[in-house]
């Protein structure tokens, strides 16, 4: 896997080293993988579940989640707290 450091394309995620992460790949054609798209692309394990980044509305599913072995996913709460006070 190579990694692009964000803000160099498109599909680039903001990883920390030392933490672990769900990412979310679509196959190309010619047999290389990338991001899903630039929202529902990155899911950071904390705590033993898949935690969305701010801009991501979607849960993993029960399936990927006992795949990977993780209790459940959640979206970032903040983001629900902001739109629903008008901010985006």
Same mark, same amino acid.
């Given at each position: 896997?190579?990694? /692009?450091?964000?803000?160099?394309?498109?599909?680039? /995620? $903001?990883?920390?080293?030392?933490?672990?992460?769900?990412?979310?790949?679509? /196959? &190309?054609?010619?047999?290389?993988?990338?991001?899903?798209?630039?929202? &529902?692309?990155?899911?950071?394990?904390?705590?033993?579940?898949? =935690? *969305?980044?701010?801009?991501?509305? =979607?849960?993993?599913? /029960?399936? *990927?989640?006992?795949?990977?072995?993780? $209790? %459940? %996913?959640?979206?970032?709460? %903040?983001?629900? $707290?902001?739109? *629903? *006070?008008?901010?985006?």
């Amino acid at each position: 896997m190579s990694y /692009a450091t964000p803000g160099a394309g498109p599909e680039t /995620a $903001a990883l920390t080293e030392g933490k672990e992460y769900v990412l979310l790949l679509d /196959a &190309q054609d010619d047999g290389r993988f990338t991001l899903v798209n630039t929202t &529902q692309r990155v899911y950071e394990v904390n705590g033993g579940r898949a =935690v *969305a980044g701010p801009d991501n509305e =979607v849960a993993l599913s /029960a399936g *990927a989640l006992k795949a990977l072995r993780l $209790a %459940s %996913s959640t979206v970032d709460a %903040s983001l629900h $707290a902001g739109r *629903a *006070a008008g901010k985006s």
